[in-house]
Every structure is written in structure tokens, then in C-alpha cells.
């Protein structure tokens, strides 16, 4: 099953997808440093110097901020991070 | 087609080779763990997430399987198809975060990431759990090196 079958299932009346949504990635103390950036150049498209920042971020500060948009698209990533075994949330950019 | 030797001597892969099959199947066998970003009131979302992500995993897990399969490994060679390696990047990160929840937890956070491990306070039952981590993260280094 891909991602858009799960996009399809939320046919619901959904006021939350006009707000914009930021993808979180949390610490955890067993990826390498090297395979956070692989993962942030891979799935966001990040250039080596955006990611190795937002893997500092993550690894110094226990967060970081790395995508924010429709819910659609934020989904798609923190779907994409999580297979990944990123810790990934989602959060409400009020 | 990628290969690469491990650093590690061949003698500690040989020995390490059964318990990491051992670990694997268990991690295979043990049921998913929590996503922290789900919406729960939206039962479809989460079921279908949840499936979602767990056939991809098992299909990162075939991957790892053709390699610790190999007789190479067990003697300190990597070596599979490219097309297998960001499953098998995954699979291995999947494995190693069983390892450190169910065996590694007399060791810190920091004792893990920065590798100031003292063996003599701890465990010797932990040792071999902690070689099978380092061992793996030295798998991903070289896959992560010939993949970028």
C-alpha cells in the first residue's frame, strides 16, 4: 500500500489542511550522525549544508523544525522519515 | 553491484553472525512500535498508516535477510545489489534500535552516542549486544559512503 491510498482514505471534511503543518524530528540516540544527513538530503531534498545544520539541531537541541506546509504534503514526509526510523511528529503551525 | 570488507576483524563477525540472525528474527517477529504522530480519532489514518509502514518494513527486512543470508558476512564482507541498499540502511537501523531497547539498556544515552563505554562496571552479558551495534553502524558508514 503507498501513501496516496492512505491520502485517499482521508475523504473527511477537514478544516486542519488549510492550516499549515510542520514536520518535527525528535533525537533519538541511535542513528549516526551520517545517516540523519543521508536521510534529510533524501527525503527533503536538503543540500549537505542544510542538512548537517538541521541534524545539529536535532542532535544539540532535541528537535528540529524540518519541513512546514499543507498537511498533505507534511504527512507525505513524516510518513517517509518514519520509514526511515525517524522519530517524526506533526505539529500545528498556529 | 556493491562490496566492501569491514574493519572489524573477521573472527569477531563470525562470532557475532548467529546473534545478529538471532536478533533479527526477533525484531521481525515483535509487533510495531507506537508512531508518535498519529491522529487516533481518525481510525482509518492510523490503520492505514500503520499497514502501510509495516509492509515497507518487512520489505526492508528482505533485504537484510539476503545479506546476513551470505556466507561473505559472516567473514566481514558486504556485498548485495545497489538496489538493495537503502532497505538494507533501514532494516539495520530497525535491528539496532531493538538491540539497544531490549539489551543495551544499562548503557546511557550518552554512553551510546559517544562510545565511552566502561565494560568493567557493566554487564558482560551486554558485551556482545553492544559489538552486534557497532558492527551494524559500521555496515551503514560503508553503505551510507558508497551510496552518496
Known amino acids: 500500500m503507498s501513501l496516496e491510498t492512505i491520502t485517499k482514505t482521508e475523504t473527511k471534511e477537514d478544516t486542519s489542511l488549510d492550516i499549515p503543518w510542520?514536520?518535527?524530528?525528535?533525537?533519538?540516540?541511535?542513528?549516526?550522525?551520517?545517516?540523519?544527513?543521508?536521510?534529510?538530503?533524501?527525503?527533503?531534498?536538503?543540500?549537505?549544508?542544510?542538512?548537517?545544520?538541521?541534524m545539529r539541531e536535532v542532535h544539540e537541541l532535541g528537535r528540529s523544525i524540518v519541513w512546514s506546509g499543507n498537511r498533505e504534503k507534511a504527512e507525505n514526509f513524516a510518513y517517509q522519515l518514519q520509514h526511515w526510523h525517524l522519530q517524526t511528529i506533526l505539529e500545528k503551525d498556529d | 553491484m556493491i562490496e566492501f570488507r569491514l574493519k572489524v576483524d573477521s573472527r569477531i563477525t563470525r562470532g557475532l553472525a548467529p546473534l545478529i540472525v538471532k536478533c533479527f528474527s526477533e525484531c521481525r517477529n515483535r509487533s510495531l512500535p507506537a508512531f508518535p504522530y498519529l491522529d487516533e480519532k481518525d481510525g482509518d489514518l492510523v490503520d492505514s498508516w500503520?499497514?502501510?509502514?509495516?509492509?515497507?518494513?518487512?520489505?526492508?527486512?528482505?533485504?537484510?535477510?539476503?545479506?546476513?543470508?551470505?556466507?561473505?558476512?559472516?567473514?566481514?564482507y558486504v556485498e548485495m545489489e545497489e538496489n538493495?541498499?537503502?532497505?538494507?540502511?533501514?532494516?539495520?537501523?530497525?535491528?539496532?534500535?531493538?538491540?539497544?531497547?531490549?539489551?543495551?539498556?544499562?548503557?546511557?544515552?550518552?554512553?551510546?552516542?559517544?562510545?565511552?563505554?566502561?565494560?568493567?562496571?557493566?554487564?558482560?552479558?551486554?558485551?556482545?549486544?553492544y559489538l552486534i551495534y557497532l558492527v551494524l553502524a559500521e555496515v551503514q558508514e560503508g553503505l551510507i559512503q558508497e551510496i552518496m
Open chain 2, 84 to 129: 538493495d541498499a537503502e532497505l538494507v540502511l533501514r532494516s539495520i537501523t530497525e535491528i539496532r534500535m531493538y538491540v539497544r531497547e531490549q539489551y543495551l539498556g544499562a548503557l546511557t544515552d550518552v554512553e551510546l552516542e559517544t562510545g565511552d563505554v566502561s565494560f568493567s562496571q557493566k554487564s558482560s552479558s551486554i558485551q556482545p549486544f
Open chain 1, 22 to 54: 510542520r514536520v518535527v524530528v525528535l533525537n533519538d540516540p541511535v542513528n549516526l550522525m551520517s545517516y540523519v544527513v543521508m536521510v534529510f538530503k533524501k527525503v527533503l531534498g536538503f543540500n549537505e549544508t542544510k542538512a548537517t545544520k538541521h
Open chain 2, 50 to 76: 500503520e499497514s502501510s509502514l509495516g509492509e515497507d518494513f518487512a520489505q526492508d527486512r528482505q533485504a537484510l535477510a539476503r545479506l546476513l543470508n551470505s556466507s561473505k558476512f559472516a567473514h566481514g
